[in-house]
């Protein structure tokens, strides 16, 4: 396959719908870097960053941080990736923030998680997070191979604060009244690609069918070890 042009690339979905996990498998199979919005700013909150300072307050109640602070934050990492192909994960998540991204680039496709809130609530509660990787465990799903450790630096995994019922339920609220309207917004451009289901095993193989009609597979023998 020859491909002419570098992809640009959206990840969609409800809160614990399985973006991180597809995107780590979709990194694991073709070359393109991923950015994750969430593990962006998990990371500028942990180095106490300015953002990371402001973004606490927000994220913490389950609200979006102010699309301003995001589209800055975002389109100044996404300079760094300008000569390789990018998935962009938890950004857009409002329709202002899409027409920022559109006014710097050509989105190509953007693949929507289609998964029902009732199976999201109970996967978050159950979820475990690497903060350094942003590498995602789900007790039941893909649990560590080791209680409480990374798989692969051996590092201690913790649990999200915003991932709290009550949060979670904030998240969705905003989800649904901010998020889906770029989903209309993705739909009308005529790039929005939905994927339906409830387990992200039969999910995945849809999505990787799809990509390959998209970019070239990496040999998996040299692909980086990755969830
Ligand atoms: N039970 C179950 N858990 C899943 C499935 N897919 C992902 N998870 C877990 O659900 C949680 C949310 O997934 P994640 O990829 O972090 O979703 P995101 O919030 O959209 O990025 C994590 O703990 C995953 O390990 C699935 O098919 N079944
Ligand atoms: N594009 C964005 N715009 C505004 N806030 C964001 C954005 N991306 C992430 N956030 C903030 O970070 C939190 C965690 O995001 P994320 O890790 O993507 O959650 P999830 O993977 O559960 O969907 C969000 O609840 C929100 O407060």
Redesign the pocket.
Not at 13 to 17: A, F, I
Not at 89 to 94: A, E, I, K, L, M
């Given at each position: 396959m020859v491909v002419r042009q570098l992809l640009r690339a959206v990840i969609m979905?409800?809160?614990?719908?399985g973006?991180?996990t597809v995107s780590s498998r979709i990194v694991k199979h073709f070359a393109l870097k991923h950015l994750?919005?969430?593990?962006?700013?998990?990371d500028n909150l942990q180095r106490r960053t300015e953002v990371g300072v402001i973004?606490k307050t927000?994220?913490d109640?389950?609200?979006?941080?102010?699309?301003d602070?995001?589209?800055r934050l975002?389109l100044n990492e996404l300079k760094n990736l300008h000569r390789y192909h990018w998935l962009l994960?938890?950004?857009?998540?409002?329709v202002p923030?899409a027409e920022a991204l559109d006014e710097t680039c050509q989105i190509d496709t953007v693949i929507n998680l289609d998964v029902p809130f009732e199976t999201i609530k109970q996967r978050?509660t159950a979820?475990w997070i690497h903060p350094g990787s942003g590498r995602v465990y789900n007790l039941e799903f893909n649990p560590p191979k080791d209680v409480g450790l990374d798989d692969i630096t051996r590092e201690p995994l913790v649990q999200?604060d915003?991932?709290k019922p009550e949060?979670v339920t904030k998240?969705l609220k905003?989800?649904e009244a901010?998020t889906k309207p770029v989903l209309d917004y993705y739909r009308n451009k005529g790039v929005l690609e939905s994927f339906s289901g409830t387990e992200t095993n039969k999910i995945w193989p849809v999505v990787h069918a799809f990509l390959q009609t998209k970019l070239p597979e990496v040999n998996q023998e040299e692909a980086a070890p990755h969830r």
């Open positions: 979905g409800p809160p614990g719908s973006k991180g994750s919005s969430g593990d962006l700013l998990r973004a927000y994220i109640q389950g609200q979006l941080i102010p699309d602070i995001m589209t975002m994960d938890g950004f857009p998540r409002t923030q978050l979820r999200r915003d991932d949060t998240r905003a989800y901010q």
